[in-house]
């Protein structure tokens, strides 16, 4: 079961939020407030693990690296647009780092799996660094060599490294889906194999 098949009001909830295909985020960037962005598979299930970190401000679902201009979440899951559903953070450099943040990444995807994330599959879910400078691109080229060292399974790294281009935010009921719906949303990612997959490839290097 995928989450496209899954049995939740994506219809319903679509047709009443029309208006809400573009969000603006209301925190611009700044020397106090950086942003990153990374693919990890359902982007549900990449915002608990940053909300939880000190010093990220804010997560705000939607997509990245595609050619569509403020695409919807059914023109994505349709496929064409070339977009990968992603997690913006947005955090405080001086309290939580990015390469803090990579680490946590990292521990929340299978990077070898090429064909999505988990039980999402196809190109939409797969796990993408979207690098905003060259620091941060620095910083993430280094940290997959540091995961390839760990020689977690005999196959190499698919997670790629891309340079940030836009970021368009997915429709308001998707933001923050985890807190809103909480029994759907565990549900979803038992089936999904989640976290037994985390386990098997992470309990050994939290």
């Known amino acids: 079961m995928t989450k496209n098949s899954f049995p939740f009001p994506y219809a319903m909830a679509s047709l009443a939020l029309l208006t809400c295909l573009v969000i603006t985020p209301a925190i611009a960037e700044t020397d106090s407030h950086q942003r990153a962005t990374f693919a990890g598979g359902c982007f549900?299930?990449?915002?608990?693990?940053?909300?939880?970190?000190?010093?990220?401000?804010?997560?705000?679902?939607?997509?990245?690296?595609?050619?569509?201009?403020?695409?919807?979440?059914?023109?994505?899951?349709?496929?064409?647009?070339?977009?990968?559903?992603?997690?913006?953070?947005?955090?405080?450099?001086?309290?939580?780092?990015?390469?803090?943040?990579?680490?946590?990444?990292?521990?929340?995807?299978?990077?070898?799996?090429?064909?999505?994330?988990?039980?999402?599959?196809?190109?939409?879910?797969?796990?993408?660094?979207?690098?905003?400078?060259?620091?941060?691109?620095?910083a993430a080229l280094a940290s997959r060599e540091d995961i390839a060292a760990l020689e977690l399974e005999d196959r190499p790294i698919d997670t790629r490294i891309k340079d940030f281009e836009a970021f368009y935010p997915a429709e308001e009921y998707h933001q923050g889906y985890y807190r809103k719906n909480p029994v759907r949303y565990r549900y979803y990612r038992w089936r999904c194999g989640r976290d037994a997959r985390l386990e098997e490839l992470w309990s050994e290097n939290p």
């Open 44 to 138: 549900w299930c990449m915002e608990p693990p940053y909300d939880e970190l000190d010093g990220v401000i804010e997560t705000i679902s939607g997509f990245s690296g595609g050619h569509v201009s403020n695409p919807s979440y059914e023109q994505v899951v349709r496929g064409g647009t070339g977009h990968l559903e992603v997690v913006q953070v947005i955090f405080d450099p001086k309290i939580v780092s990015y390469e803090e943040l990579l680490h946590v990444f990292w521990r929340n995807i299978d990077p070898f799996q090429a064909d999505g994330q988990f039980c999402d599959r196809g190109s939409i879910y797969r796990s993408v660094i979207f690098a905003h400078d060259d620091d941060q691109r620095s």
